[in-house]
């Protein structure tokens, strides 16, 4: 699964850098061959020649050494290799990460970046609950980042409490599953919808909701780390769309629907993340309706069911579908997920989740229920299509798929 497998192992000052020089070692056995770049304050607790040793590969040290070797180093360490982790990752390293700072090659190299980033703090237990602290591995989160630990435990200080690094074989067993996550789809095409849609009454005002997008643009960055050909059917947000293979935008519950049917045939899985109005103005006027005195009434009808509609075909894909429930949670997602025949439906409460970063999900499939506690929506995403593909992989191919 590791062979030929390309890690950056970013280094910064703290006694848990001893740790990484194991990592390290394990990796490389695992035959993933890793590059080394130390800060300078690593460099006072292991030396870059016992990285050297351990990996067979140079270390390097500074944004200013120049040679034909180094040239331009923090964009072509960071073009050839598949994930970068920063073990340890002291507070002071995750502020500057956050706050998109590069003021050494190893910050640089990750703001020059165009791979996965995941990182393991490292830190006194008080720096870690800090305030500022949380904030920055917040911020990381939402940008995509992979947090692994700490560990609560005894500390370097002699305090105990979370900040500890986690263990050489834990930090090995996290790449060993990111790069194992990256092959979960590899060759199959993913299709995503996200967003609110918005309904028209007339030329200025429309039906919509409170939907970010946030969750399904997360889903779609999962979808493209685990290989798959994703294309991303979205209505208005405020978002970066995510490197996905296809962006198609859309605005109204029909528009998407035809998006939607455009891509199904080549589709191996459908997730319905998108916030589908219900309804929309049986007439649309083309004018701003002017207030009066007198009460207005708008007629509605129903808007198309997509996740249905898709479902009730003749061949669907997989198809996993999205509830965001105010109240009776768990009945209303499986009357849900029976109506329209899901293998699963995720569901989470509207008004906890809805433009929140974090989310807590519920997921109904035909083993039951399963919970997910609170966590990063790309964290969430993640742990998603993990269970996504555990699930295709037990169902029955479909015609979607490569030969």
């Known amino acids: 699964m590791a062979e030929n497998k390309r890690l950056l192992l970013g280094v910064t000052g703290g006694v848990a850098a001893y740790k990484a020089a194991e990592a390290a070692r394990l990796l490389t056995q695992q035959g993933i061959d890793v590059t080394t770049v130390m800060t300078e304050s690593a460099c006072h607790f292991v030396g870059p020649a016992t990285f050297q040793s351990l990996t067979g590969n140079p270390v390097y040290t500074d944004l200013w050494e120049t040679n034909a070797m180094q040239n331009m180093a923090h964009i072509n360490l960071s073009r050839t290799t598949e994930l970068i982790l ?28 165009n791979c996965s980033l995941m990182i393991a703090p490292a830190m006194n237990q008080q720096m870690w609950k800090n305030p500022a602290t949380q904030r920055n591995v917040s911020m990381l989160r939402q940008d995509g980042a992979i947090v692994i630990g700490p560990a609560d435990g005894l ?13 050489a ?53 999962a979808a493209t780390e685990a290989g798959a050909s994703v294309t991303l059917i979205s209505g208005a947000t405020c978002l970066a769309p995510p490197p996905v293979d296809k962006l198609v935008s859309v605005t109204s519950a029909n528009e998407m629907l ?138 029955k191919p479909t015609s979607h798929e490569k030969n």
Request: negative net charge.
């Open 169 to 221: 074989s834990e930090l090995a067993e996290a790449v060993h599953s990111f790069f194992h996550m990256e092959k979960l789809f590899d060759g199959k095409r993913v299709l995503i919808t996200a967003g609110p849609t918005f309904e028209a009454i007339d030329a200025v005002r429309g039906i919509t909701n409170k939907s970010s997008g946030k969750m399904g643009y997360a889903v779609a960055q």
């Open 258 to 395: 035809q998006a939607v049917l455009t891509e199904i045939p080549q589709t191996d899985i459908f997730i319905s993340v998108a916030a589908v109005a219900d309804y929309r103005a049986a007439k649309i006027n083309p004018q701003k309706i002017k207030k009066t005195d007198q009460h207005l009434t708008i007629d509605l009808v129903a808007n198309p069911d997509i996740l249905l509609t898709v479902t009730d075909l003749p061949n669907p894909p997989f198809c996993v579908g999205f509830a965001a429930e105010t109240e009776n949670l768990e009945q209303n997602a499986q009357t849900k997920r029976k109506k329209k025949n899901l293998p699963l439906l995720i569901a989470n409460q509207a008004q906890d989740a809805i433009g929140a970063d974090e989310s807590e999900l519920t997921l109904f499939d035909d083993a039951g229920k399963h919970s997910l506690t609170k966590a990063a929506k790309i964290e969430q995403a993640r742990r998603l299509i993990q269970h996504i593909h555990a699930l295709y992989s037990q169902s």
């Open 86 to 113: 920063i073990a340890p990752a002291s507070a002071d390293f995750i502020a500057k990460l956050a706050n998109g700072l590069a003021d050494d090659l190893l910050t640089t190299l990750c703001l020059a970046r």
């Open 155 to 167: 500390q370097a200080c002699g305090e105990t409490g979370m900040g500890r690094m986690l263990e």
